[in-house]
């Protein structure tokens, strides 16, 4: 459905776009991380054809969007992540507005119109002034908006951003709604984890560069290879156990504290009991034997580190 | 044919907000106070009778007064079309839509051109009746009401041409006016600078002065389409004074020449501006 090949956009000598493909199929989510200023938006922003890259290709449906922009925009539906609303405009104008530039026949704009609002759960606002709803409103009222002319595709560039966490709640049940709708998506965050719920595939981007990308549990399997194992001890408790750990096949890398041990650990539930049972037997004094969770966050500060330091300079 | 969604929008939340129905009370209020002090000046204290041709001056003092206010207006109702849309960060809600640019551009000069014609209609019934005492006919008022609007599109085309240039909307608006005064009046200037120096340094008129120059300026064009010979203080100042010597060079009225000019002018800006908001051309 989308195929970007080889996208590279420069800024000046800033290269914001490094050789960037990737490809999406018709029903998936595809979740698109990485830090501030690693490429998302430029990159949303070629695919919607609101941007000249400066060499690449991207086909959307087929269709090559530097030859036919406008066949592939009626294709797209694009939710900026920063964006105005006209003043006094009330909300079902708004929407009416937009239904013209689609090219909506008058006739069947109502009814649309009507459908969306409810789907963002804004019914009860068509007559209030754009201007006077809240942000998450405002928020949902854009995506409704990019949803008016039933695109194949919708590209959604950070749509939780700046919302308080019941707002974001919220934006994420409309958002598995239109999953379940069978919508192909396209969605940016720079937090890895609030996408993995309700993602099939991520890329992960760095300084213009996809690091990784794939099926979301292929991804998850490739990056958390290793879980992470916490285990604190009593006094003198340290080298028995970093020992002990040692002799253990699914345990990696090993660092140590004043009273506790951590490692990585790459293997299922039983293992860990294992392990657990036999440095229990083998005399450590435990006090207590957790997973610190190392969570997505962490592994995406994993993999894009190194290079974010460069990006923030470039940033500044 | 749907209409133009950014004409459908822009006129309804233009004419509902208090600016329009502002603009035009003071528009009106204005031209009425003009009328006002004309009448007294003219008609009764200076003669205490009726004077048909004293009231072709008030004509042609109150058409220059109109023109200089639609020229001072119509900048403002493009200049900031798409520079505003930047600003308020909703040009790309439009531009991600397969709307084309060459309509989103129409729709916005076809909106100030609303404005104008709006304000030259609401100041109908007060014009009327000064032209019609005046002795002046239907024909002559509907030239004047047309060369109007053709040098409001010019000047809207203009407005929108440095808006779509220029990022931030004050700049966008005072290079407008610097290039409508120009338009106007800085091409009179440079056309009386070459007359004298040309003068000056010959001794003598020169054989083939540069009329095409006037003939770009809408100021002198009006000059040619209320007929004026360059009498009345105020037609002076706002149309210039080269009229009256050039005019009788020109085999077509000058008005005319002035008109097609702007008519194709405004139309190459239109295409440019399209051309330049296209994201990917
Ligand atoms: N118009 C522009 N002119 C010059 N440089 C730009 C422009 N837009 C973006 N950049 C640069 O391109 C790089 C990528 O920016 P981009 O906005 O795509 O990042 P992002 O991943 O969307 O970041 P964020 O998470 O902050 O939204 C940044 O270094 C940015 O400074
Ligand atoms: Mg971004």
New binding site residues.
């Given amino acids: 459905m989308v195929v970007v090949s080889n996208l590279v ?1 420069k ?2 000598k ?1 290269l ?2 490094n050789d960037l493909s990737l490809e999406i199929e018709k029903g998936q989510i595809y979740g698109f991380v ?12 070629i695919i919607s054809g609101l941007l000249r890259a400066t060499s690449g290709k991207v086909l959307v449906n087929g269709i090559d969007i530097s030859k036919n922009p406008r066949a592939v925009k009626k294709m797209i539906g694009y939710m900026p ?1 920063f964006f105005g609303v006209y003043s006094d405009l009330k909300v079902s104008e708004y929407m009416n507005f937009y239904s013209g530039l689609y090219g909506i026949p008058p006739r069947n704009r109502k009814k649309i119109i009507d459908d969306l609002l409810e789907l963002v759960n804004l019914s009860d606002k068509r007559d209030a002034y754009v201007d006077s709803l809240s942000r998450g409103m405002k928020q949902r009222l854009c995506l409704a908006r990019s949803l008016i002319h039933d695109p194949d595709l919708l590209i959604l ?2 749509p939780a ?1 700046g919302l308080d966490p019941r707002a974001r709640v919220e934006m994420k049940e409309i958002l598995k709604e239109l999953k379940s709708m069978g919508r192909t998506i396209i969605i ?1 965050s ?1 937090i890895l984890h609030e996408l993995s719920e309700i993602c099939t595939a991520i890329g992960i ?1 760095d300084n ?1 560069k996809m690091v990784v990308s794939g099926p979301v549990e292929e991804i998850m399997a490739k990056l958390s290879h290793s879980r992470r194992i916490k285990v604190k001890v009593l006094k003198g408790g340290v080298e028995p156990l970093v020992k002990c750990l040692q002799e253990e096949p699914e345990i990696g890398r090993i660092t140590t504290g004043n009273d506790y041990v951590e490692a990585d650990f790459n293997g299922n539930g039983e293992k860990l009991a294992g392990i657990l049972k036999n440095i229990v037997i083998k005399g450590v004094p435990v006090i207590s034997f957790t997973e610190t969770g190392e969570n997505l966050e962490s592994i995406f500060m994993h993999v894009t580190r190194g290079n974010s330091q460069d ?1 923030d300079k ?2 500044n | 044919m749907q209409i133009n969604p950014i004409i459908e929008k822009d006129l309804k939340t233009k004419m509902r907000g208090w600016k329009a129905p502002t603009l035009i009370t003071f528009y009106l209020g204005f031209l009425g106070f003009l009328i006002w002090v004309f009448f007294i000046d003219n008609i009764y204290s200076a003669y205490n009778y009726f004077d048909p041709r004293l009231m072709t001056d008030v004509f042609k003092t109150i058409a220059s007064f109109q023109f200089g206010l639609i020229v001072l207006i119509t900048p403002v109702l493009t200049a900031t079309a798409i520079s505003g849309e930047k600003e308020r960060q909703t040009l790309d809600l439009l531009l991600c839509t397969d709307y084309s640019t060459f309509k989103i551009v129409i729709g916005k000069i076809v909106v100030s051109i609303a404005h104008v014609l709006l304000l030259i209609t609401a100041s109908l019934p007060i014009l009327s009746t000064v032209f019609l005492f005046g002795g002046i006919g239907i024909i002559d008022m509907l030239r004047l009401f047309a060369f109007y609007l053709v040098t409001a599109l010019l000047i809207a085309s203009l407005g929108m041409l440095f808006s779509t240039i220029f990022r931030r909307s004050p700049v966008s608006i005072i290079v407008t006016y610097i290039m409508v005064l120009g338009l106007l009046y800085g091409t009179l200037i440079l056309h009386g600078l070459y007359l004298i120096l040309y003068q000056n340094f010959t001794g003598q008129m020169p054989q083939a002065p540069l009329y095409w120059v006037l003939y770009t300026s809408p100021a002198f064009g009006f000059a040619s389409v209320i007929g004026t010979d360059g009498g009345g203080i105020i037609s002076v100042f706002l149309t210039g004074t080269a009229y009256g010597r050039v005019a009788a060079f020109g085999q077509i009225s000058p008005w005319i020449i002035n008109t097609a000019f702007s008519i194709v002018v405004s139309i190459l800006i239109i295409i440019f501006c399209a051309w330049k908001i296209k994201p990917v051309k």
């Fill in positions: 956009k800024y000046g800033l914001a776009v990485g830090a501030n200023g690693a490429g998302k938006t430029t990159t949303m922003r992540d560039d950070e951003s940016s720079h981007i213009g990006a470039s940033n």
